[in-house]
């Protein structure tokens, strides 16, 4: 694939992720706490959580591996935090959450396994195949772009675990339903995980500095900021002594 028509494949992925995040506050994704079964066939949430992760693991891991060169330049350091955060996603969260007779639909878990073939495909492909060796040299590694993009990635990936964490814990063993979250950055915004999650491919895309990267971020604000807005106005309804001066993910802002 030439370099442009690489280009011009990001550029329209980054556009059809406008149209999702657009389409998002007219349709709520259908999992977790807003499952529905308006959705057709659906399986168990957590071999949904498996197979929706897994395509991105496998990619990334196979492009760090054989790779032209993927190991020629420091760009392994960025296939390194990218597996580091779906080895989580992938294998340990749908291990810890706890089971609930609530179900993923197959509409979900097939939407979400297209979304990482391209992304993951994307963001591999230019890593291995296509960027310039010098792009990831020994002075990026010590820029202040990817030092700044670091430090967000990192703590991203701290708030968004400890944030996972701290809702799974909610449940006591048997427990199903759902409790206020307090502590830690839940005061202040009701989706800390989604938040951390945000902060993480931003911090990914300052890093890496590539348009596919980029394209990431911009799928995960399109993705997660919807979903934080719906978890909040969910929360509030169900429980009339919400917090009120909570935001639903950006602390003060939204
Ligand atoms: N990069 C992306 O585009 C993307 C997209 C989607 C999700 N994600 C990530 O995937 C993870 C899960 O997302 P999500 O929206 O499903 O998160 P979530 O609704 O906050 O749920 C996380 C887990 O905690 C449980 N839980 C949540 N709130 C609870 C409460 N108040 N009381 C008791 N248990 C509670 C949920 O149970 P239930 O499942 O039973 O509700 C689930 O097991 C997050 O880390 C998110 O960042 C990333």
């Avoid at 149209?19 to 999992?31: D, E, G, N, R």
């Avoid at 054989?66 to 020629?72: A, I, L, V």
Wanted: charged fraction near 10%.
């Amino acid at each position: 694939m030439t370099g442009q028509t690489f280009q011009n494949l990001t550029i329209s992925w980054i556009g059809l992720a406008l149209i999702t995040h657009i389409i998002l506050y007219f349709v709520k994704a259908p999992f977790g706490r807003h499952t529905s079964d308006h959705w057709g066939i659906s399986i168990n949430n957590k071999l949904g959580w498996f197979l929706m992760e897994l395509s991105s693991l496998l990619i990334m891991t196979y492009f760090l591996v054989w790779g032209t060169n993927s190991k020629q330049s420091y760009a392994w350091t960025l296939f390194v935090l990218w597996i580091t955060h779906y080895m989580n996603r992938t294998l340990i969260y749908p291990l810890r959450i706890k089971p609930t007779s609530k179900r993923m639909p197959l509409l979900i878990v097939m939407s979400a396994v297209f979304f990482n073939l391209v992304n993951a495909g994307l963001n591999g492909y230019f890593l291995a195949e296509l960027a310039p060796l010098v792009k990831y040299d020994a002075q990026w590694l010590s820029s202040p772009h990817f030092i700044c993009g670091l430090v967000l990635f990192l703590s991203g990936m701290a708030i968004n675990w400890v944030s996972d964490n701290r809702l799974i814990r909610l449940r006591k063993p048997g427990e199903t339903g759902y409790k206020i979250p307090r502590g830690f950055l839940f005061e202040y915004i009701s989706s800390p995980n989604l938040f951390g999650e945000v902060v993480e491919w931003t911090g990914f895309a300052i890093m890496a500095w590539n348009l596919p990267a980029l394209s990431f971020a911009v799928w995960t604000f399109a993705n997660l900021v919807p979903r934080a807005l719906n978890h909040h106005q969910w929360y509030k309804e169900q429980f009339p002594e919400y917090p009120q001066s909570r935001k639903a993910i950006f602390p003060f802002i939204l």
